[in-house]
């Protein structure tokens, strides 16, 4: 199995109309890469005459295939929100243990319950697909 047909398993992949599926950015003058691509690779201003052909598409990142924006920030917005969670609920917890506050033991119950949900959540076998 390759890597396009496990992706497309998972999402829908749309051929790059940036660099029309060829995986790099002829859009500038005289089929040189656009400014975009340029600063997406990190290519400096006073390079770009001379590395302006043949650079990757920044759009696709080389593949000749992407993805919609709206899946990406499906895919990462949970777990993103997850990791923040898991940052933040044990620094609240300490703050809480640390300060002497009369409702620790209700920040420690509630904290621990969202942590456990969390891992729970990410590390259970039976996810759906």
Known sequence: MNQ????SNLHTLYPCNHCKETGTCTNGNNDSSCLS????????????????QGIICGVCG???KTEL????????????LALWGLVVL????LFSLIYKSDLSGTVV?????LMGSIITYY???KKSQ
């Not at 396009?4 to 992706?7: I, P």
Request: proline share 6%; aromatic share 8%; hydrophobic share 35%.
């Open 109 to 113: 119950t509630l904290a621990g319950t």
């Open 90 to 93: 044990p620094l609240l917890i």
């Open 69 to 80: 924006m709206t899946a990406r920030m499906n895919e990462r917005t949970k777990p993103m």
């Open 123 to 125: 590390f259970s076998i």
């Open 37 to 52: 691509c340029l600063k997406k690779n990190t290519v400096y201003p006073w390079e770009r005459n001379k590395y302006s």
């Open 62 to 64: 080389g593949l000749g």
């Open 4 to 7: 396009e047909s496990a992706n």
